[in-house]
Structures are given as structure tokens and as C-alpha cells.
């Protein structure tokens, strides 16, 4: 955790900051939070400075704090929290005060800008989210276990499931089996899709029977050590017929040609253009309509993306 914190004080210098606050709630939730303390619970405030590093929490998480945030000092909120905070911030000598533009509600802001007085709060923007694009052995082995977890999901429920059988009944099949084998929980809620309804990219699974021979698309992924796997799959119950057969095979192709091109450097809107090539060259470019792919971590979509508009190019393999 200390090396993570490093990057944020380098963003502090970098844009004269005295501190930054790192807010979540059950209304906003933050995996910044987890990521920069290693709290696991769903309300809390970091304040990071130069020297020091804070987490500010009320009491049903200070026993918990105490065993996951070993390196973080604990501010305990009682029945004013933005008074503690703001004496908090007095005694640190805060006078700028960073916030993360995209993640703080304008609610929670504005309470903020009324009780912290002296305390100037400037939006900032992607200083966390830069640091969680590069992911350290530790996150890149927790990854592993959750893509791992969520493909023998998959190799499960091919063998499994049966023409009859409703799409939710295969999405609940899928839930258990990832939550019996090893998951925290799901990284979404599972989507299975079949007939008609495979052709819509983010269907909810209904009580619609499932048909011998009609396409059936499944996405789906493991949370793993609080790190999500995100992996969409489509196939068909007994054989398929031509034209299953070739989409599947151009966009496999699309996907192959993306894998072989793939190195450090490679701007993210470049690998799409790569994949979207060989689908426009078959014919279909006008049904891709969304982009390549995202990364994964914390938050199933994250940093770097791969789209015709993206710039990220720093953890490409």
C-alpha cells in the first residue's frame, strides 16, 4: 500500500496540493479506497499528505480498520463527521485540499465546502485511476485466480445445462457455482441470453426456455480478493448452423489479429482499429458498435480501454 501512496504524493507536488481526499459511501462507492488502504468496507474518508496518511471512519468499521489498514492512521467519526474532518484538516496544516472530481457527489461536496471553512477543495482528475492502470504481481495473481475460477465456470456450465432449462435458471447455475468454488461474489450480475434475446448486448436473463440449436451468449465473472473477471462467451445447444458458425469465426479472427498485435505502447483506439478492421472487411463493421475491450481490476471496468476514441496505452503487454 505504501508504494501506491508514493504516486499520490507525486500528484500532490505535481498540483500544489496539501492533501487528497479519497471519499466513499453507500451512496458513492470507491474501490480508490480498498486500493490505496486495503479497507474493505463501504464508508470511509482517506486523507493523504506528503507525510502522513489518514482514514476517517465511524464505529462499525474501526475494528476493522485497525486489522486492514496497518499503515493508515484512524480519525474516528462520531456525530459530526465534516466537523471531525475539518478539525482534522486544521491540524494538519491542510490549506488545498484535492478531491476526486468524478467520485465525490456534488451533495457531499458542497457539505464539504461549507464545513471545512479555510480549506480550498480543488477537482482533480484520474490521479488514482492512473496508478490502478498498472497492476503489481500481487493484483496480477489475484486477477489470474478469478479469470481461472470464472473459466472452469464456463467449462461447468456447457456440460451442464440442458434445452428446457429457463436463462435464469442457467444464470443461478453459474452464481453458485463461482460463489461454491471460490468467489467473494460475482464482479455483475450474471447475463445469459438465447434466441431472440442473444442478440441484445446486455439482455436480463428471464424464464424464457431455452431451445435446441438457438445461439446463447453468457457473461459472467468472479470477484476474487475484492479483483473482478469479466468474460462473455457464446455458443449453441446441439450444432450450429452457417451463419453461427461464420460470425463466430470473423470475430474470432478480429480477436486473434488484436492478440498477435498487442505490445507496450500500442494506443488503445489502434487495437480496436486493428479488430474492427477485419470485422468491417467481412461486412459487419456497422454492427460494432461498442469498442474493443477494458481493463480489469478493483472495478470491472477500468483503465486502460480499448476503443476508437482511447489514448491508454500504458499497461499493454
Known amino acids: 500500500m505504501l508504494k501506491r ?16 481526499l479519497v471519499a466513499q459511501s453507500e451512496e458513492a462507492p470507491s474501490p480508490h479506497v480498498r486500493y490505496l488502504s486495503g479497507f474493505g468496507g463501504s464508508k470511509a474518508v482517506l486523507i493523504i499528505t506528503p507525510q502522513r496518511q489518514i482514514i476517517a471512519s465511524d464505529s462499525r468499521y474501526w475494528d476493522q480498520i485497525g486489522k486492514q489498514c496497518p499503515d493508515f492512521e484512524l480519525v474516528k467519526l462520531t456525530l459530526k463527521p465534516e466537523e471531525t474532518l475539518r478539525d482534522t484538516l486544521r491540524a494538519l496544516g491542510v490549506r488545498r485540499a484535492g478531491f476526486e472530481s468524478r467520485r465525490l457527489t456534488v451533495d457531499q461536496q458542497a457539505e464539504w465546502a461549507k464545513a471545512f471553512e479555510s480549506v480550498e477543495l480543488v477537482a482533480t482528475k484520474d490521479v488514482v485511476e492512473s496508478l490502478r492502470m498498472i497492476k503489481d504481481d500481487q493484483e496480477i495473481e489475484t486477477l489470474r485466480r478469478a479469470l481461472a475460477l470464472t473459466d472452469q465456470a464456463y467449462e461447468y456450465i456447457v456440460n451442464w445445462i440442458e434445452p428446457g432449462m429457463s436463462e435464469k435458471e442457467v444464470a443461478w447455475e453459474l452464481e453458485s457455482f463461482m460463489r461454491t468454488h471460490g468467489a467473494d461474489g460475482l464482479a455483475f450480475d450474471v447475463h445469459v ?12 436473463s428471464d424464464t424464457r426456455p431455452i431451445a435446441l440449436g ?5 457473461d459472467m465473472g468472479a470477484r476474487v480478493g475484492g479483483y473482478c473477471a469479466d468474460l462473455t462467451r457464446s455458443f449453441t445447444l446441439g450444432e450450429p448452423d452457417a451463419q453461427f458458425k461464420r460470425i463466430y469465426m470473423i470475430v474470432l479472427q478480429a480477436q486473434l489479429a488484436v492478440e498477435r498485435a498487442l505490445k507496450a505502447g500500442l494506443p488503445g483506439k489502434e487495437a480496436d482499429a486493428i479488430a474492427r478492421k477485419v470485422i468491417e472487411d467481412a461486412g459487419y463493421g456497422a454492427n460494432f458498435g461498442h469498442g474493443l475491450g477494458h481493463g480489469l481490476g478493483l ?6 480501454s480499448a476503443g ?3 489514448e491508454d496505452t500504458k499497461t499493454w503487454p
Open 5 to 20: 501512496l508514493e504516486g499520490v504524493r507525486r500528484a500532490l507536488a505535481e498540483q500544489n496540493l496539501d492533501a487528497l
Open 214 to 218: 438457438e445461439p446463447i451468449w453468457i
Open 193 to 204: 441470453a438465447s434466441g431472440p434475446g442473444s442478440a441484445e448486448p446486455h439482455h436480463v
Open 308 to 310: 476508437r476514441a482511447s
Open 299 to 304: 472495478a470491472v471496468h477500468e483503465k486502460p
